[in-house]
């Protein structure tokens, strides 16, 4: 069974950082390319970041510099970096593989607010 469990969301100031995790499970974790989503309200769902099995990376233009995704073969887990946050950051993150899975987990909400 396939499990996306995102944790790690919450509000945040403008300039501030969080730190996104993702454990799959039920999944070819060790060769998929993993990846984080956004959606914004009354938007539609966008690529945020991946991450390949052997570390190669790509981020979305809007986050380039500011957002690092990495991944921990032992846990299972991909986790996002955010730093920097700006107030067009605020939407529920989820992890899914590139390209995505149709199940998705619940996301986490992520509110950049002052």
């Known amino acids: 069974q396939v499990q996306l469990v995102e944790s790690g969301g919450g509000l945040v100031q403008p300039g501030g950082s969080l730190r996104l995790s993702c454990a799959a499970s039920?999944?070819?974790?060790?060769?998929?390319?993993m990846a984080w989503y956004r959606q914004a309200p009354g938007k539609q769902r966008e690529l945020v970041a991946s991450?390949?099995?052997?570390?190669?990376?790509i981020y979305a233009d809007s986050v380039k510099g500011r957002f690092t995704i990495s991944r921990d073969f032992v846990k299972n887990t991909v986790y996002l970096q955010m730093d920097s946050l700006k107030l067009e950051d605020t939407a529920v993150y989820y992890c899914?593989?590139?390209?995505?899975?149709?199940?998705w987990g619940k996301g986490t909400l992520v509110t950049v607010s002052s």
């Open positions: 991450i390949s099995s052997g570390g190669l990376t």
């Open positions: 039920g999944i070819s974790f060790s060769i998929n390319r």
């Open positions: 899914n593989t590139q390209p995505p899975m149709p199940f």
